[in-house]
């Protein structure tokens, strides 16, 4: 099965849905109110974090493909968005990010006890949004969810400086730090329109895969992408020895001699573009390419998850959603 490769734009994709967007925003803005006036420049600067929000724009299209958005959805997009936003604030700290989204990352405007306590109100909150739901399935996949990305965290950050990283470590990590969010967003999206379990299960699987791709182009990203044009700080995983797919397809294609000056450089605090010229110039540019066609083959079986969906706009619509995951440039 193929798609086009062509980046769509994003404005058309979530057309159907804007309204529902809006409504997650507006109450966004209600659930960070500060407890304490010191509290308020933290959480009008997290304002400007909220981005394209992909994810809760994932939950109300599976929703309208399984069936309907109903009330619940709202709640449900709305702590996923919580959720994700508390782990941008700690991977800006572990990352040692300066910017995101052309804004000052937490710990660089106030600092890096700010930045975790700040987090983990974030995670506090969306929790006992989540509890008031009349059932406990929202509380419970997202709280699943959300120990699947800290453990996949907790595996990159333990596996830092790891040159001889396999490729399959590579992938549980990232499945756990940013597909699962994806995953149970899909679940969720399915589950409160009263799908099937095993549309519930098609579901889940392509936001699985489709957090999968996401990942994988975000780490090709930091590696040749404009940090202009990405408003965020890049090349941080290759300065920070994280092994990515990229760098992955660049290690295992090198020579025994040049494979040993790349580990010397990795997670040295080198800038990216020694990669990109000189005697790594060539096997990056190939390692680059395959990295491109593992994506679109990502992308390709996240789609076909979708084929499920009884309802043929909606599908549509996340399918172009889904190619835009993987084919951003920022």
Not at 113 to 135: C, K, M, P
Not at 301 to 324: K, N, S, V, W, Y
């Amino acid at each position: 099965m193929t798609h086009s490769t062509e980046a769509p734009s994003l404005a058309p994709l979530i057309a159907s849905i804007s309204g529902d967007l809006k409504r997650v925003n507006t109450w966004l803005d209600a659930r960070y109110q500060p407890d304490h006036p010191r509290l308020a420049p933290l959480l009008e600067h997290l304002h400007g974090f909220r981005g394209k929000q992909v994810r809760a724009a994932q939950v109300f299209l599976v929703a309208q493909g399984c069936g309907g958005v109903r009330e619940e959805h709202l709640v449900v997009a709305g702590v996923v968005e919580m959720i994700h936003t508390a782990t941008l604030v700690h991977d800006d700290l572990l990352d040692g990010a300066a910017e995101r989204r052309g804004i000052d990352c937490v710990h660089r405007r106030w600092n890096p006890h700010t930045s975790v306590l700040l987090g983990d109100w974030i995670y506090a909150q969306a929790f006992r949004q989540a509890t008031e739901l009349d059932n406990k399935l929202c509380s419970r996949e997202l709280a699943l969810a959300t120990a699947r990305i800290c453990q996949g965290e907790i595996r990159q950050n333990l596996s830092a400086g790891k040159f001889d990283l396999s490729e399959q470590e590579y992938f549980d990590q990232i499945d756990g730090k940013t597909a699962a969010l994806f995953e149970a967003a899909g679940r969720l999206g399915a589950a409160y329109a009263g799908a099937s379990d095993d549309l519930q299960e098609n579901c889940a699987r392509h936001g699985l895969l489709a957090g999968r791709a996401f990942q994988m182009q975000d780490d090709l990203l930091d590696l040749i992408g404009d940090e202009d044009r990405a408003r965020k700080s890049l090349g941080t995983d290759w300065a920070n020895g994280k092994m990515t797919l990229p760098l992955i397809r660049l290690r295992d294609a090198l020579s025994k001699e040049d494979r040993a000056i790349l580990c010397e450089q990795f997670g040295a605090g080198a800038p990216r573009s020694i990669l990109l010229e000189g005697r790594f110039a060539e096997p990056m540019a190939a390692a680059l390419e395959v990295a491109h066609k593992e994506i679109a083959d990502t992308l390709d079986a996240a789609c076909i998850a979708l084929e499920a969906l009884p309802a043929a706009d909606p599908r549509g619509q996340l399918i172009g959603l889904t190619r835009f995951l993987g084919s951003r440039t920022r």
